[in-house]
């Protein structure tokens, strides 16, 4: 109790000092972004370089008083769209390889649906795309407040329903790693006993998420056949390796044209990873450990994001192992998460852009997919062998 108490008068006494220095920070930042040539970078817009400036000063207050995000299983105002879900009773939550013995077990979870429920009688043939949020682990939730303008961008773009797990943050109790990885299992496991087909199902997600979606690729590359494998992954400004210095952040040549920085990854790592674990482990730092997998992979990353010379780094790796499909999108003039940070920053354009091309890389896949089915046939008939086409756009 007294922990708790101190943490809370600590984090109200930053709050003011906080708000206090905003009241005359804000106005100072607003007036020396008017010139194009002060802001972080002249390509930006005014609403751009002021709102990378605002998120920022957020993370920085984030990282400071370890903000305890909250969390909920109740309906809130999405009503019907919020769903809970029970831990799956298949046999899926198997021990990983080279990991401590955790007292972490699955548990109930909540989500959120954009832009509305899935309906089993009529939408069996509907794409839907599972989206695992960003936020270090440490931030954000599924609901509106959050991922509404996301979420349904997302959709429209994609003409897909769209489920959103509130997976366990690293801030709540035992939500250390493997808690989110399990509640990402959870919720595929959700989505396919609701009858949706795993050819049907896009795994994506943004930062963090994007971390998620790459641990839950591998997971059910090791495990062929325990789920179905999914249509593809997109991945939006990935966070992929955990085991960096943060002080590597601070050092980066993108760091004052991005929001992220060394003091908010250092929380969150330690938050995130047990203590008696390895940082390089391939579920922690998969930028370390490329794999192969049959689901194709598609990247999105800004050019000015503190994380991009790594996440191009772990696709160039990827792209090296046979029959992996890997494309990358470089954003011009992009800090880090766009796809969370949209209306924030004012990159909505940016992100619209980038959607459209992911929905293109899905189409595409879905017909190779189709033609590599008439393929199979003609294969076993003949005995030809069929590579799969492999592209790293940049």
């Given at each position: ?132 949020h960003g936020g270090g682990y440490v931030l954000s939730s599924p609901r509106d407040s959050e991922c509404g303008p996301a979420g349904l961008a997302l959709c429209k773009s994609m003409d897909a329903l769209s489920f959103f797990p509130q997976y ?36 994506s997600g943004d930062s963090a998420g994007g971390h998620l979606v790459v641990a839950l690729l591998r997971y059910l590359s090791d495990n062929h056949g325990l789920l179905g494998d999914p249509r593809a992954a997109l991945l939006w400004s990935p966070w992929l390796n955990l085991a960096a210095d943060p002080a ?147």
């Open positions: 109790m007294s922990s708790i108490f101190s943490h809370q008068l600590m984090t109200w006494i930053w709050t003011v000092i906080t708000l206090a220095t905003c009241c005359v920070r804000v106005p100072l930042l607003g007036l020396y972004n008017l010139p194009r040539a002060c802001r972080r970078h002249p390509k930006w817009t005014y609403r751009q370089a002021m709102g990378v400036e605002l998120l920022r000063i957020w993370f920085a207050y984030a990282s400071s008083v370890k903000f305890r995000f909250p969390t909920s299983l109740e309906s809130g105002k999405e009503r019907e769209r919020f769903v809970v879900i029970q831990p799956s009773t298949r046999d899926i939550y198997r021990a990983l390889p080279n990991v401590p013995k955790s007292t972490v077990k699955p548990q109930p979870m909540g989500g959120t649906w954009y832009p509305r429920l899935y309906n089993p009688s009529e939408d069996a043939t509907q794409q839907v795309i599972l989206h695992f366990r943050l690293a801030t709540t109790p035992d939500g250390r790693f493997p808690a989110a990885f399990q509640d990402a299992l959870t919720a595929y496991a959700y989505l396919i006993d609701l009858g949706v087909r795993s050819s049907n199902i896009v795994l590597d952040i601070d050092r980066s040549r993108n760091q004052t044209t991005d929001f992220l920085l060394g003091s908010f990854v250092k929380w969150a790592v330690e938050a995130f990873v047990p203590p008696d674990m390895d940082l390089k482990h391939p579920y922690i730092a998969p930028a370390y450990h490329p794999f192969s997998t049959q689901i194709p992979i598609w990247v999105q990353v800004g050019c000015l994001e503190v994380l991009h010379d790594e996440t191009v780094l772990f696709a160039d790796r990827m792209l090296k192992i046979r029959n992996n499909v890997v494309e990358v999108l470089e954003v011009p003039y992009a800090p880090h998460d766009i796809f969370l940070a949209a209306s924030i920053a004012d990159f909505e354009g940016e992100v619209a852009d980038a959607m459209k091309v992911a929905a293109k890389f899905l189409a595409a896949k879905h017909r190779c997919l189709q033609d590599d089915l008439a393929s199979t046939v003609s294969v076993a008939e003949t005995s030809i062998p069929v590579d799969l086409d492999r592209a790293v756009h940049r």
